[in-house]
T-cell receptor
Framework: KQEVTQIPAALSVPEGENLVLNCSFTDSAIYNLQWFRQDPGKGLTSLLL?????REQTSGRLNASLDKSSGRSTLYIAASQPGDSATYLC????????????FGRGTQLTVWP | DADVTQTPRNRITKTGKRIMLECSQT?????MYWYRQDPGLGLRLIYYSFDVKDINKGEISDGYSVSRQAQAKFSLSLESAIPNQTALYFC?????????????FGPGTRLTVT
């Protein structure tokens, strides 16, 4: 069974800091990995999707990396802003069960002015 | 207009009642999913459908049923609601052929069973 772990569970930083959120998964036979943002009481917004053959994806101030062999992904947020405050979720699709996402429990990020 | 819509957005119901949550999408995706989210437990898959004639159980399907009425519509039913089904419910869609399985989520339905 695929298990996805996110560390830390919560993070509080001052505005302007560069930060890294971590995600690890137990089964390296993944098809792709997706990072989401969730605002309180709201739905999930897809931030980045990395295919298993890729090493990283970038979107604006966000950069996600993937090391499939070690079962790890990181989400790097540059020059954090208060508007980045949200819960960030990592999810993987296993190669053997195409279409099913396995989620971590998320990292709750607070960026204070 | 949102690509994935869910109705109702909030619902309070009593134990034993039957309730249906509805999901519609305008993305033209073939695959649809239902998840529930509980504080501290993350999102868990209830049911998923790869096309209109294909329905599959997820990891927590007991107490739930689904109907894929059309490619764009996927409904989740609680036949006899119980308090531990109080949660935030999400519908999601994906198109395997063009978007490599990237999933798009609706805004969620907050369900409270008293």
């Amino acid at each position: 069974k695929q298990e996805v772990t996110q560390i830390p569970a919560a993070l509080s930083v001052p505005e302007g800091e560069n930060l890294v959120l971590n995600c690890s998964f137990t089964d390296s036979a993944i098809y792709n990995l997706q990072w989401f943002r969730q605002d309180p009481g709201k739905g999930l917004t897809s931030l980045l999707l990395i295919q298993s053959s890729q090493r990283e994806q970038t979107s604006g101030r966000l950069n996600a990396s993937l090391d499939k062999s070690s079962g790890r992904s990181t989400l790097y947020i540059a020059a954090s802003q208060p508007g980045d405050s949200a819960t960030y979720l990592c999810a993987v699709i296993r190669g053997s069960t195409l279409g099913r996402l396995y989620f971590g429990r998320g990292t709750q990020l607070t960026v204070w002015p | 207009d949102a690509d994935v819509t869910q109705t109702p957005r909030n619902r309070i119901t009593k134990t034993g009642k039957r309730i249906m949550l509805e999901c519609s999408q305008t993305k033209g995706h073939d695959r649809m999913y239902w998840y529930r989210q509980d504080p501290g437990l993350g999102l868990r898959l209830i049911y998923y459908s790869f096309d209109v004639k294909d329905i599959n159980k997820g990891e927590i399907s007991d107490g739930y049923s689904v109907s894929r009425q059309a490619q764009a519509k996927f409904s989740l039913s609680l036949e006899s609601a119980i308090p531990n089904q109080t949660a935030l419910y999400f519908c999601a869609t994906s198109d395997w052929g063009t978007s490599l399985g990237e999933q798009y989520f609706g805004p969620g339905t907050r369900l409270t069973v008293t």
